[in-house]
């Protein structure tokens, strides 16, 4: 374990039974449906792996990028990398790897929703509730956690750390 990382919060076996988890729940509720995953670059490209690959039904994976300025409602988000498919008409699960104060996530939904998909939902690995602004319903959640600052699993500090195979606590 890197010397900066004070504490693992969910194990690799953790992760990977919850996403089990995930992935059963979402096998059934989509059962012949059009399902397209949604990963938000980059942090969730791990977690949407993981989770497509234990899915039991035909699916198709999208990508889309965004960046976010400044702090709350003052906050811009950006798409740096849209979407190649067409969402239309289609069961889409956004796969996020932390869910925060709910701005940019908001921000996804409504641009997404603007795209009439059937239907709309959001997998996330991680909610952070303490620092949520805006109230979202989260269909599928891996994990709650306290706020601190995570890492591991594709949650990153400076680019650093995605690599890990569990989610910890770095040193503030």
Same mark, same amino acid.
């Given at each position: 374990m890197?010397?900066d990382?004070?504490?693992v919060?969910? #194990?690799e076996d953790?992760?990977? #039974?919850r996403?089990q988890?995930?992935a059963?729940?979402?096998?059934e509720?989509?059962?012949?449906?059009?399902l397209?995953?949604?990963s938000?670059l980059r942090?969730?490209?791990?977690?949407a792996?993981d989770l497509?690959?234990?899915?039991?039904l035909?699916l198709s994976?999208?990508f889309l990028?965004?960046?976010?300025?400044?702090?709350?409602s003052e906050g811009?988000?950006?798409?740096?990398k849209?979407?190649?498919e067409?969402?239309?008409?289609?069961?889409v699960?956004v796969?996020?790897?932390?869910?925060?104060? $709910?701005? #940019?996530l908001?921000?996804?939904?409504?641009?997404?929703?603007?795209r009439?998909?059937?239907?709309?939902?959001?997998?996330t690995?991680?909610?952070?509730r303490a620092r949520?602004?805006?109230?979202?319903?989260l269909?599928?959640? $891996?994990?709650?956690?306290?706020d601190?600052?995570? !890492?591991?699993?594709?949650l990153?500090y400076?680019?650093?750390?995605?690599?890990?195979?569990? !989610?910890?606590v770095?040193?503030?």
């Amino acid at each position: 374990m890197p010397d900066d990382v004070v504490e693992v919060l969910f #194990t690799e076996d953790q992760i990977r #039974t919850r996403v089990q988890d995930l992935a059963h729940r979402i096998s059934e509720d989509y059962k012949d449906r059009r399902l397209v995953l949604v990963s938000i670059l980059r942090g969730s490209v791990f977690f949407a792996t993981d989770l497509a690959r234990q899915i039991e039904l035909p699916l198709s994976m999208d990508f889309l990028s965004i960046s976010s300025y400044g702090e709350g409602s003052e906050g811009v988000v950006r798409i740096t990398k849209d979407l190649e498919e067409n969402i239309a008409g289609k069961d889409v699960l956004v796969i996020e790897d932390i869910i925060d104060t $709910g701005f #940019t996530l908001k921000y996804l939904l409504r641009t997404l929703g603007g795209r009439n998909p059937k239907s709309l939902e959001v997998c996330t690995l991680l909610d952070r509730r303490a620092r949520r602004i805006i109230d979202l319903e989260l269909k599928y959640v $891996g994990f709650e956690i306290p706020d601190k600052f995570v !890492i591991g699993y594709g949650l990153d500090y400076r680019q650093r750390y995605r690599n890990l195979p569990y !989610i910890g606590v770095v040193k503030p």
